[in-house]
């Protein structure tokens, strides 16, 4: 069965580090999103991006936030200078349908945890 | 902003008990999702609901959309030990938007 898949899956990086996350959502979808999870707690949309290019992004999703799709393949979440609160598992998500649509399908996260 | 709230936050049932999670809205949503997450895992999707009143079964699970369209509801019928984790419900606003706004989640603990 087609997956999502992200790495790495844990990442412990200093407070002002730029963190990347990567993914590789299914390979017939065009929907792509970022979530987070801070432990325990709910799942927090972050941005969704299609036709290379973000379509929406919540209020966490700042100035330090950046997404990218370099090469059809990847889909790839980069953190310019992590703060404290970055701390989070953050989940990769792709579906085939737009518009809220669609069954979205997650990785199985990549833990990052800011010191 | 939009939000989707759960109860309850935390459910502890023996094996063999009904359980049940309600989600609700702050708006009126244009469909709803139901994802299951074990502990330690990702969430995986469970149904979509579309329709006003409409209810979906699957094995013994059964899923409501309210006639309003601003809450859902999801039972278990005789609960058993695989179905621990956090059940969430994510419903979607009508208009030109992609974003599914995930509910705060119901934890599933049952004991054997």
């Given at each position: ?11 412990v990086?200093?407070?002002g580090q730029?963190?990347?996350l990567?993914?590789?959502p ?11 999870q801070?432990l ?7 941005v969704?991006?299609?036709?290379n290019?973000?379509?929406?992004k919540?209020e966490?999703?700042d100035?330090?936030?950046s997404v990218?799709?370099?090469d ?5 979440l ?8 970055d701390?989070?598992?953050?989940f990769?998500a792709s579906?085939?349908?737009?518009g809220?649509?669609g069954e979205?399908?997650f990785?199985?996260?990549s833990?990052l945890?800011?010191? | 902003?939009?939000?989707v709230m759960?109860?309850?936050q935390?459910q ?8 049940t ?5 702050s708006?009126?949503?244009s ?15 469970l149904?979509?609901?579309?329709k006003?009143g ?7 699970l059964?899923?409501q959309?309210?006639?309003a ?6 039972h278990?019928?005789?609960t058993?030990?695989?179905?621990v984790g ?12 992609n ?14």
């Open positions: 069965e087609p997956e999502v898949t992200q790495t790495p899956s844990h990442q990086t200093q407070m730029e963190v990347i990567r993914c590789v299914i390979s017939n979808h065009l929907y792509f999103y970022w979530y987070r801070i325990g707690q709910k799942v927090e949309f972050l969704s991006f299609y036709n290019e973000i379509s929406e919540s966490i999703f100035d330090q936030f990218e799709r370099p059809g393949s990847n889909f790839t980069k953190i310019r200078s992590t703060k404290l609160e701390s989070a598992m953050y990769c579906s085939a349908q737009g809220g649509t979205l399908f990785g199985e996260g833990r945890t800011v010191l | 902003g939009q939000q759960q109860i309850p935390y502890h049932v023996q094996e063999g008990e009904d359980f999670t309600y989600c609700n809205s708006t009126t949503l469909n709803i999702q139901w994802y299951k997450q074990r502990p330690g895992g990702h969430p995986v999707f149904i979509q609901l579309v006003s409409e209810v979906k079964k699957q094995k013994r059964t899923f959309f309210g006639e369209k601003k809450n859902s509801s999801l278990i019928t005789a058993q030990t695989t179905e956090t059940y969430f419900c994510a419903g979607r606003r009508g208009g030109a938007t974003k599914l706004i995930f509910g705060t989640g119901t934890l599933l603990a049952v004991q054997p």
